[in-house]
């Protein structure tokens, strides 16, 4: 497994492992009141799709052409991107923001930095992929 491979596995499952996490306290919640802190919710789903994401990407990466180096910057952008949009929702659930929209609160500025970083990351990763499918 090259080493990007390697980090996306490692970043895929510790995403899953704070999904999961950010379960018992929804659990928790959601047995007083049955709708729950929408931000908790939303980031407890972002976790487990993310880190789905991530461990796909582990295998999607081994067709990559692009160089060791540029192929970790893709996945490192990805990863951050990924990391800043959960620490966002977290924010958000921790602080009680009802619409981060409006209150342009921390957690909205974490995970509108995060969309650009994800996508860079993914358009470079997909751009090794797609020249492997044309190469061979």
Known sequence: MSESGEVLLVAGMGVLAYGLLLGVPLAGTRMKNPTGP???????VEA???????LA??????YSTLPEAVELAAVGL???????????GTV????????A?????????LQATSGPLMVTGALL????????????
């Open 57 to 62: 990407l582990t295998s999607i990466a081994a």
């Open 38 to 44: 929408p931000h908790l919710l939303k980031t407890h």
């Open 101 to 109: 929209f409006a209150a342009r609160s921390a957690g909205f500025y």
């Open 48 to 54: 487990l799709i993310g880190g789905a994401i991530l």
């Open 78 to 88: 990805f990863i951050s991107g990924v990391v800043l949009s959960l620490t966002g």
């Open 125 to 136: 990763l997909a751009t090794g992929v797609i020249a492997e499918l044309f190469a061979g």
């Open 92 to 99: 958000n659930w921790r602080s009680g923001t009802d619409d």
